[in-house]
């Protein structure tokens, strides 16, 4: 092969590879989807988030003590365990979770200045953990499968939520599984496989 030859075919192969054209083989822990994943770090939240979400939680009941509220259902009920789906179905449920709890606090802030102070380190935290957590789930093909069994139930029981369900026992609902979702849902998460 001529010199000019095998010039242009290195600069293709170069291009081909850059472009994703040729699979390129990649280290075993440099996967596609768990590039930008760092949901490992909310393991353990520190002492001052907990102790920020626990002022917020204590602000929020007594809120709600005030109100008065009659909730007919539990939106998140003892059963409720993340360890009983399947590691990717975990990071999901979390997420619906989590976007309903940023949903319910956020209006709850708008409109209660002084919760809205209380919240906002905790409302803060929230964002950047659904942010990462947004950077480990796989988007679901419009036209493909759709989740089934208990993840497919449980989303729909969230996202009925908010047109079932008024915006105090909505705010009870979160309020109540506040730490739950953080010491145990998130913890399950963060932990994959080991989460048992």
Known sequence: MSGGCMAVLV?????????????VTRPLGALPDARGCHI????????????????AKDALEESLLLKDCRCRSRLFPRTWDLRQLQVRERLVALEAELALTLEVLEATADNDTALGDVLEQPLHTLHHV???????????????????????HW????QEASKK???G???????????RLLTRDLKCVASGDLCV
């Open 130 to 152: 659904l942010s990462q957590l947004r950077a480990c789930v796989q988007p679901q093909p419009t036209a493909g499968p759709r989740p089934r069994g208990r993840l497919h």
């Open 155 to 158: 989303l729909h029981r969230l």
């Open 11 to 23: 600069l293709m192969a170069a291009v081909l590879t850059v472009t994703g054209a040729v699979p």
């Open 165 to 167: 369900e008024s915006p």
């Open 169 to 179: 026992c909505l705010e009870a609902s979160v309020t109540f599984n506040l730490f």
């Open 40 to 55: 490992a770090q909310f393991k353990s939240l520190s002492p001052q988030e907990l102790q920020a979400f626990k002022r």
